[in-house]
């Protein structure tokens, strides 16, 4: 497995991570023993990365990889969880606590869910607006200073932020999405990113799925599938979307790979600083996933892939309008170069 390194400030890691959401949380039922053994067999092929958050499944998700990593040597795998997220007992989102103390309290939690004294990257899912982000840092920061944290992480903010927090501890990535579709971080953020020597890891690389190639019309949202609400997954979006992914498995016959694998391909053809987290929760997925690692894009490759998805081909916005007002990464209007 090639490795790359998170920024000038991260840990060094597989190239690409296996991100676990879906085990626990908004794609539907998911199988735990199939998701356990999806999360062995990315550590046997060489996946060091492993991204969680506390509130995937209210703690569920945390106590999955707690099961998964058992017998392992803890210092094999790098563990990034995301806090912050509020959710009542029947899942429902009720907004994002950033403060120092709620900081500390999350993180004590997660400690004893996991079953472990030290978490590999801990950074705040969603920006709070309430609390100064130099506070979150600062109070992440003193927990580096305990031995309970290695790196500070964020998620979906936006530059400027990202430079406020980064002053008060190194950013070692920002978690954001990023994908053929997705392409709103190239404008102004991306290049923040690089003058500061961050890493990005890279989520919704398949658009949750829609970029799969496994997507279709006909497919029905199973009860407590949240892409059933996505802008994207909506009639004429989805539509429309769906020919764009049409347009892809041609490319992708052609070059003996499967759609995903081509759409992972892109993500990681995008620089030495990008982990694409793959959001695989069955061993059939990962292996194809895995399976990107083997594509090569030719300039001549990347060329036609732009002119077959251009960067606002996308039908839709990547969350409902609600989720989107949440997001400090699309306060600035960010438009693809
Ligand atoms: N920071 C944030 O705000 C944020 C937000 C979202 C996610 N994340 C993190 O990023 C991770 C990945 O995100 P994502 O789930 O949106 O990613 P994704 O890779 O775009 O979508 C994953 C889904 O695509 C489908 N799929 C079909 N073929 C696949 C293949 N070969 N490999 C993998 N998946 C395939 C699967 O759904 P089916 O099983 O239903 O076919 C899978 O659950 C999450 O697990 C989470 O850790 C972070």
Redesign the pocket.
């Known amino acids: 497995m090639i490795t790359r390194s998170l920024g000038s400030h991260g840990p060094r890691v597989s190239s690409l991570g296996l ?4 085990m626990s949380d908004l ?2 039922p998911a199988d735990e023993k199939e998701s356990i053994a999806t999360i062995h067999a990315a550590l046997d092929a060489g996946i060091t990365l492993l ?3 506390d509130y995937y499944g209210m703690g569920h998700n945390e106590m999955l990889l707690r099961e998964a990593l058992r017998g392992r040597k803890r210092e094999s795998v790098v563990v990034s969880v ?1 806090f912050g997220a509020l959710r009542d007992p029947g899942g429902a989102w009720l907004g994002v606590d950033a403060r120092p103390a709620a900081v500390k309290n999350f993180l004590a939690y997660s400690l004893r869910r996991l079953g472990t004294d030290y978490i590999d990257i801990y950074r705040p ?1 969603r920006f709070n607006p309430a609390v100064p982000i130099e506070e979150t840092v600062g109070a992440i920061a003193e927990m580096i200073q305990a031995g309970q944290v290695r790196y500070v992480g964020l ?2 903010v936006g530059a400027d932020t990202l430079k406020k927090a980064h002053a008060v501890h190194p950013i070692s990535d920002l ?3 990023y ?1 053929l579709i997705s392409r709103g971080i190239e404008m102004e953020i991306l290049p923040t990113i690089r003058s500061l020597g961050v890493g990005v890891t890279a ?7 829609l970029l ?1 190639g ?1 997507w279709s019309a006909e497919r029905s949202v199973a009860k407590g599938d949240f892409r059933g609400s996505l802008p994207r997954f909506q009639d004429e979006n989805l539509e429309r979307n769906l020919a764009l992914v049409e347009a892809l498995r041609s490319m992708a016959n052609a070059k003996g790979a499967s759609v ?1 694998q081509l759409a992972i391909a892109w993500a990681l053809s995008r620089g030495d600083d990008i982990v694409p ?6 061993r059939d ?2 292996s ?2 895995l399976g990107a690692l083997d594509v090569t894009l030719t300039a001549d490759d990347l060329a036609r892939l732009e002119k077959a998805v251009p960067p606002d081909a996308a039908a839709g916005d990547r969350y409902d309008a609600g989720q989107m007002a949440m997001l400090d990464s699309e306060r600035i209007t960010s438009k693809p170069v």
């Open positions: 991100g676990c959401m879906g794609y539907g991204d969680t958050g995301k899912g998620s979906e978690q954001i999405e994908s989520y919704g690389v398949l658009s949750r799925g799969s496994h995903a987290l793959v959001g695989a929760r069955r997925r990962l194809e996933a």
